[in-house]
């Protein structure tokens, strides 16, 4: 039987997790939630996807012309699982709704950590979200540092992370936002809210991060320095990152921004130009003794898609092996191996 899947919320991150699990061998697409008739929920209508919306909203489709399949609470009563990618603060209106509908719900970043049971990432605690009703997949910065901390925590003990985000400062299709030309401090005083996020997922750490918000919409920019326990090599540093089946490594002579790796994986074939992976610049990683320095891209809109899809699997708990998910979730999504 096929874990039933509804998403509520069709923007930026919902109708690419949709698109996932329409990919998955143990998934179906039940339907997906718009509230406005507005010109994002085309691309469902012309895929097939059954529209559900908002009981307050159905006058407005139907003025537009546009067939829905019922309301939210239909849509709840059809699925096991209801991956909720509303605007951040929105979700926390909807888990009364989700809890007597007796559904599981995903959350996303925007929410705050205590709407869940769990702050998930597919390879720290999997485990703990089995069977759980609420769990939140941490933001894409988040998800981008938790990926990296734990590969280079499995090279030795790691007594320090620093860390600097140059954060994106809007989707691509977000027309309201900015900023336009400025470069803002985000905040000015440490940390920023990812510190308090890697710790919600990982547990305790001595870990510092500053943001800054830049002009651009492609993707976001960090730079790590770790402090090790032990010396390190470069070599060893390297081995425990490519373990990652979600990080790439790239070379720093040939992809020298997030445009070339946007536009790469357009040219490859990835929908939207999405990039699942971490992308890090080989050349950027500086190992000292006990200190490592590094560079990676983390694109905004698709690094959380493969964590909800093993979010989805572990509330279900019908693979407990956060690993057996991990490869059916990348080999459906094409992660890794292209490029
Ligand atoms: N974008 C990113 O880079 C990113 C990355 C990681 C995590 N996240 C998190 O993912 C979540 C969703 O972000 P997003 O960027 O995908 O937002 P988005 O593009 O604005 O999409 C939100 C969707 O929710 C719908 N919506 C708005 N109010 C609603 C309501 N009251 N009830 C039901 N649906 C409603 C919107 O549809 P209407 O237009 O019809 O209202 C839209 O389809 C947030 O928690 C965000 O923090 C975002």
Known sequence: MKIKVGVNGYGTIGKRVAW???KQPDMELVGVVKRKPNWEVLSAVKKGIPVYTLEESVRDFERRGIDIEGTLDELLSKVDVIVDSTPGGVGKTYKEVYRKAEVKAIFQGGEKSDI???SFNSFVNYREAL?????RVVSCNTTGLVRIIHSLSEAGTIRKIRGVIVRRGADPKEIKKGPIDALILNPAKPPSHHT?????VMGELDIITYAVVAPTTLAHLHYLLVEFKEPKNREEILKHISNNSR???VNGDLLKSTVEVRELAKDMGRPNGDVYENVIWEDSIWVNNKEVMLAYAV???AIVVPENIDAIRAVTGVIEDPQESIKITNNTLGIKGWI
């Open 131 to 135: 069977r759980k009703q609420f769990v």
């Open 116 to 118: 869940a049971e769990v």
């Open 196 to 200: 308090i996020d890697v710790k919600k």
């Open 20 to 22: 996932a699990v329409m």
């Open 247 to 249: 990080v790439v490594i």
């Open 299 to 301: 694109h905004q809109e």
